[in-house]
């Protein structure tokens, strides 16, 4: 069974703060993805990777980054948290060559106040 | 720009037949997915139509039409476990899905 574990299932920061999301997969998956998903709005993409070190900015890149130094590991950052980004923050991974069987995990619910 | 269509909410009663259709505008396209969430837990892969037609697993089915920018997914003998949303994504590059906004879908006794 694949696994994808992320850090924290509620987080809360105050405005200005640097925000860690840590996600983590167990099924040696090349891609990774951080997604943010809002009440209407769906799931959008924010960066994805599909190797270690390397990355590609998603549909909302903007106030956010991410690092990938091992292949199990995939952050996203927040280098100066704002209310705006007050969301659900949901990883997934999925195997080489192909987006469309995407594993998900739990889930993290950020709060900036 | 990039547009999936699909409703917000249906609802449908235990053990009948429903259809939740998705229509997109984008870009590029190599394939529709679905995908389910219910409340509270993560979203979990459904289907995927790559070339047109309809797709059967189990009591869930998913058909594409490319010609029309248009796929559906059908749910049949429909269980109170089948309220949950329902996002349609289309695969639109070898690494990309875009989602839809989903389909709160109500199952009712």
């Known amino acids: 069974d694949v696994k994808v574990t992320q850090s924290s299932r509620y987080l809360v920061k105050r405005t200005g703060e640097k925000v860690f999301l840590e996600c983590v997969q167990d099924?040696?998956?090349?891609?990774m993805f951080w997604y943010r998903q809002d009440p209407g709005l769906g799931l959008r993409l924010i960066y994805f990777?599909?190797?270690?070190?390397?990355?590609e900015k998603g549909d909302i890149p903007e106030g956010y980054s991410v690092s990938r130094e091992k292949k199990e590991r995939f952050s996203l950052i927040l280098e100066s948290a704002s209310t705006n980004q007050t969301s659900m923050y949901l990883c997934a991974s999925s195997p080489p060559g192909q987006p469309i069987e995407q594993y998900f995990g739990p889930g993290t619910r950020l709060t900036v106040t | 720009g990039q547009s999936l269509e699909q409703p917000s909410e249906v609802t449908a009663v235990e053990g009948a037949i429903v259809q939740i259709n998705c229509t997109y505008q984008?870009?590029?396209?190599?394939?529709l997915s679905w995908y389910q969430q219910h409340d509270g837990g993560a979203p979990t892969f459904l289907s995927y139509n790559g070339l047109d037609g309809l797709e059967e697993t189990g009591r869930f089915s998913s058909f594409l039409s490319r010609s029309d920018s248009y796929g559906y997914l059908l749910l049949q003998e429909l269980q109170m476990k089948d309220s949950a949303s329902y996002f349609c994504?289309?695969?639109?590059?070898?690494?990309?899905?875009?989602f839809g906004s989903g389909t709160r879908l109500l199952v009712r006794p």
């Open positions: 994504a289309v695969r639109h590059s070898s690494y990309k899905l875009i």
């Open positions: 984008t870009s590029g396209f190599y394939g």
């Open positions: 099924m040696d998956h090349e891609n």
């Open positions: 990777s599909y190797d270690v070190k390397m990355k």
